[in-house]
Structures are given as structure tokens and as C-alpha cells.
């Protein structure tokens, strides 16, 4: 028993962290237009061999599909780390704002990324930090063409998925941020959770003796998906996660939020940290196995011999 144990289960009672909200709005032009109420978190798919990814957002642009974009800046801009958003964690940075309801295009998140003064990279056992810059520069902010609808009324959530391993390439000993995001409505998303038998984490394969380096399941789309590296040829993962170790039962464990209802196929590999995400690389998968997320649902599981 190899890959095995996936439990898929609805998001609820999100980890939520306020970190102060929008001070200024630029004018929309629909007055007389229903309100409802929007609420944005982020969380993040980690990157190997780093220890903190902070990044500096400092407002949130929303287009509606009949009017013109509406900006909300921060009194003081957010520095949050991404790292510490794993799995089913998220941090709330646009609480139950009032927004004219309706159909929206898309949101762009203005980041600050100039340096280590503002968005920056640490690694592990490297006392050194390395700042985080934007190649096309971050005065176009970051944008998620995901629409979404806001009813009348009501509070809709949404979560913003900052996928660091699709999004951190390094150039020349520079960090580049090439973001890769993902906008998923919480009330239809699951998440699954599974463990990788320790074996599984040493051999031929795999990219050193220490199982915590490379060790990472990719997600892709479908049931008994064609499975490949972040950049590849043949398929493309929707999102990844990493893994830690259990002491209790002796194997890693992973968890993968924010994913909307649909059939899976989860893959794991050793060999995660040799992938380069703009590079086609021969990332090898020792095993892989599907999963079903139906909303709602309390517990499924699936088990895969090797």
C-alpha cells in the first residue's frame, strides 16, 4: 500500500486571519445597483527548500462585467506569508466588503515586488533574503481572469489559490514572481487529504537521501489523467502540495484545499524539487491514484496498491 487513505471533504470553518481592509474606492458608476457582500482569501500550493515567501499586496481591483473596475486600496500594505497557507489554510485580506452585485470579470491584486523591502524569498539554511520582483513589473498588479457572480444580498467568499511552485523562477541568481493563480468559490470547493507510505520517498528515483526535499503530489484534472511536470508537454497540473511527517503512523502526509467538485488524479514524485516550471523536465511519478470530490460531502475514501 503505497499512495493511499484520500479524504476528500467540504471546506468549512476556514482558518481566517484579518489583516485590515480597504481604506478608498474608486467611484463605479452604478449607484442603485443591489449590494452584496464579497470576501477574498488567498492560500498558496508551496514551493520546495523555502522557508518564507512573503508577499506585499496593496489593493484589489474588481471589473464588473457592465461597468467600470472598482479599487480598494489598503490603509497599510499587507505583507503575508504564503508559506504558511497550506492545504485547507487561507487568510482572509477582503472581509464581507459591500460591492455592487452582479457578474465580474475578473480581479487584480496590485503587489508590491521591488525588492526585499517588500516581497521577498527566504530559504531554508540560508540566513539570506532574496527579493521577489515582477519581469513585466508589478504596476499592472497581478490578474485573475476566473469571473465570478455576487448576489444580492448575500456573502460570497472566494478563495485565491498562489500557486509559489508555477510561480517562482530564478534567473541569473534573481528570484522572478511569475504568478500562477486560481479563483475557486468556497461553497463549491473540497479538499483531499492523503498519506505516502515512507518507502516510497528514498530510491533511484528520487532527488537525494533527505525524503522532505522534492517530496510533492501534483493534482490534475479528470480520473486517470495523463500526469506530467509543471511545464510539460503532455499535461499540466491544476495545482501541487508538499508533505510532512507523521510520527504517529510513519508516513507523509499531504492535503490539497480549495479544489471545486469534480474527479482527480493525484500523483506523487521524489523529484518535485528538480521542476522547473518554465522547462520541460523528466520528472518521474512513483504513483498516482484518483479522487472524487461531490459538494457536500462529510468522508470518501481510496486506497492504491502499487
Not at 501541487?240 to 492535503?255: K, Q, R, S
Request: charged share 15%; with cysteine.
Amino acid at each position: 500500500m503505497k499512495l493511499k487513505l484520500l479524504t476528500l471533504s467540504i471546506l468549512s470553518s476556514l482558518a481566517m486571519v484579518g489583516c485590515g481592509g480597504p481604506a478608498s474606492e474608486d467611484a463605479s458608476g452604478r449607484s442603485g445597483v443591489p449590494s452584496g457582500a464579497l470576501t477574498l482569501s488567498i492560500t498558496d500550493a508551496a514551493v520546495d527548500n523555502a522557508e518564507e515567501v512573503s508577499v506585499q499586496f496593496s489593493a484589489i481591483e474588481l471589473k464588473p462585467a457592465d461597468g467600470s473596475s472598482i479599487t480598494y486600496t489598503f490603509d497599510t500594505p499587507l505583507n503575508i506569508n504564503l508559506l504558511s497557507l497550506q492545504g485547507s489554510l487561507s487568510e482572509d485580506f477582503f472581509n464581507s466588503i459591500v460591492i455592487p452585485s452582479g457578474v465580474y470579470n475578473w480581479v487584480r491584486l496590485a503587489v508590491n515586488a521591488s525588492g526585499t523591502s517588500d516581497s521577498y524569498i527566504k530559504f531554508i539554511n540560508d540566513n539570506n533574503i532574496y527579493g521577489l520582483t515582477i519581469p513585466s513589473g508589478s504596476q499592472s498588479g497581478l490578474k485573475i481572469s476566473d469571473g465570478f457572480i455576487v448576489a444580492a444580498g448575500s456573502e460570497t467568499a472566494m478563495t485565491i489559490d498562489f500557486d509559489l511552485r508555477k510561480s517562482i523562477v530564478e534567473v541569473s541568481g534573481e528570484y522572478k514572481l511569475k504568478p500562477v493563480l486560481r479563483l475557486v468559490n468556497n461553497d463549491d470547493a473540497g479538499s483531499i487529504t492523503g498519506s505516502i507510505d515512507a518507502t516510497l520517498t528514498t530510491g533511484v528515483d528520487c532527488s537525494d537521501d533527505l525524503p522532505e526535499t522534492g517530496n510533492a503530489v501534483y493534482v490534475f484534472a479528470g480520473a486517470d489523467a495523463v500526469v506530467d511536470d509543471i511545464g510539460g508537454a503532455l499535461a499540466e497540473p491544476i495545482t501541487t502540495a508538499l508533505m510532512t511527517f507523521n510520527t504517529t503512523t510513519g508516513m507523509y502526509d499531504y492535503e490539497v484545499g480549495f479544489l471545486p467538485q469534480g474527479s482527480y488524479t493525484v500523483a506523487y514524485t521524489c523529484m518535485a524539487d528538480q521542476d522547473n516550471p518554465e522547462v520541460d523536465d523528466a520528472i518521474i511519478f512513483q504513483s498516482t491514484t484518483n479522487a472524487e470530490i461531490v459538494v457536500p460531502v462529510d468522508f470518501t475514501g481510496a486506497d492504491i496498491n502499487r
